[in-house]
């Protein structure tokens, strides 16, 4: 118990110390997008998994973020959006190299929180403290402290642990973008060390999400949601996914409230859901929904759900264009190329029901 204590102690002692302030908080790196200024169309990029591989052999996951991060330099969009999956067990180092490496590139960059970054006992607090500390409801020391110890958790009514990462919005050029947090850190201890893993999202985030939508509506807004895991896809996407028979906490395609997000996201004319997790390229369209999975940053490539346009195994980064009434045109960037693979070429046509 001293131990965890000590080790606690340490961690938020010097959290936040020692790093610049390039791209994180997200709150100062969206201030940065908003005084931009908005130009038709305004260009926004998504990659995800960039995390290293466990199997020696593999190729190097920082030599290819690294080529994509040039990559994107030269491209310029205003924003990317890094679906999670940065870390290995989510270690305070891991988040040091992660830093250390998009605190040099000159482009805005918003992370959701990937099951990687959570193994670890400090790495939910680690990506809140850096990258959400102005946007997150306050904790305070104590709350922090007692969260450590006692690892208060509901799954079914969303009761979270004051230092866990929590979902945000903003909004930009007629969009609304709001990120969620899929997979939490379990209270239940790896005998192989750190912690498992759940995969959900709770009442009380569905219940948020339907209420940001809903207000996204009234101002006229087009939507985009992103999430690491991605959603439970009948017919087509149906493992390694929110729902999957053997995700925690089962039955999971009950408690992941997986089927309860797709409606919402059709319900409310969502143009883009953005997701990683699975190491490939995938597009689909499902319910009216454009459903994106990108985990082509670095981490091993996996079989790719379908063969081209519509998906593939390679490295690559996501390019999006969107207009102000609602068109959104994507290109497949591969590894190191500056010219769009025009094979995987794709529009995102404005939702039905609006001008």
Avoid at 101 to 109: R, T
Avoid at 334 to 345: A, I, Q, R, S, Y
Wanted: hydrophobic share 35%.
């Amino acid at each position: 118990m001293l131990r965890k204590f000590l080790f606690f102690m340490v961690v938020f002692a010097t959290t936040g110390t020692g790093f610049s302030h390039e791209n994180h908080p997200v709150s100062k790196v969206i201030e940065r997008i908003k005084s931009r200024g908005v130009s038709y169309p305004f260009r926004f990029a998504f990659i995800g998994d960039s995390r290293k591989s466990f199997r020696p052999g593999d190729p190097d996951a920082d030599s290819i973020f690294m080529i994509h991060l040039r990559v994107l330099e030269e491209l310029n969009p205003v924003f990317v959006i890094h679906g999670g999956d940065f870390c290995m067990r989510g270690y305070r180092s891991e988040y040091e190299h992660f830093l250390s490496m998009i605190d040099s590139f000159d482009v805005n960059l918003l992370p959701v929180v990937g099951n990687h970054e959570l193994y670890a006992p400090e790495g939910p607090y680690m990506f809140r403290k850096i990258f959400q500390s102005e946007i997150c409801p306050p904790g305070g020391f104590w709350n922090h402290l007692k969260a450590f110890f006692l690892n208060p958790f509901n799954v079914s009514k969303g009761v979270r642990r004051f230092s866990d990462p929590c979902d945000y919005y903003f909004d930009y050029g007629g969009y609304r973008f709001i990120f969620l947090v899929d997979n939490h850190q379990s209270p239940k201890k790896n005998p192989k060390g750190g912690y498992y893993v759940n995969y959900y999202l709770s009442e009380k985030q569905i219940k948020w999400l339907e209420q940001k939508l809903k207000e996204a509506d009234s101002l006229g807004l087009f939507k985009v949601v992103v999430a690491h895991v991605p959603p439970y896809i009948p017919g087509h996407n149906t493992k390694h996914c929110l729902g999957a028979s053997y995700y925690y906490p089962k039955p999971n395609y009950e408690k992941s409230h997986t089927k309860e997000f797709t409606d919402l996201l059709t319900k409310y004319h969502v143009s883009l859901g953005l997701f990683s997790h699975q190491h490939l390229y995938d597009r689909y369209v499902y319910n009216g929904v454009t459903y994106i999975v990108s985990g082509g940053a670095g981490a091993p490539l996996k079989r790719p759900l379908q063969g081209p346009p519509r998906g593939g195994s390679f490295y690559h980064i996501v390019l999006f264009e969107a207009d102000s009434t609602g068109y959104i045109k994507g290109h497949i960037y591969k590894l190191g190329e500056t010219e769009p693979d025009t094979t995987f070429d794709f529009v995102v046509p404005p939702p039905v029901g609006t001008k």
